[in-house]
């Protein structure tokens, strides 16, 4: 079975969508007609939600990314707050557990 930092090391973002998004349809195809024989084996199927955590870690990183640019780029925590759909307090708070994450992870 194939770990989420096995795909993550293996995968970009557009990849990882990619291969989840072939194997989503699959899984859709065989729901709608059990006798067809695309259903996914459960291999597939727990790669399938690896990738999601995959789709949902590479992202993440490029939003912390577009938070830094947003920032340099001369942008208030009040515009960030509300291009994330958030109070500024929110994004703010966001990008700093983010920081403290990655400084944590360089220290283990």
Do not use: F
Request: no cysteine; net charge negative.
């Amino acid at each position: 079975m194939a770990t989420p930092e096995e795909l993550e090391r293996r995968h970009t973002l557009t990849t990882a969508t990619d291969r989840y998004d072939a194997l989503r349809m699959r899984d859709a195809l065989a729901a709608m007609d059990p006798e067809n024989e695309t259903s996914l084996s459960p291999d597939e199927t727990l790669e399938m939600l690896a990738l999601s955590e995959v789709i949902i870690r590479k992202a993440g990183y490029g939003r912390q990314a577009m938070v830094r640019s947003a920032r340099a780029a001369g942008a208030s925590w009040t515009r960030i707050g509300a291009a994330l759909g958030t109070s500024k307090q929110a994004a703010w708070e966001a990008h700093q557990r983010w920081i403290d994450d990655q400084a944590g992870s360089d220290r283990a």
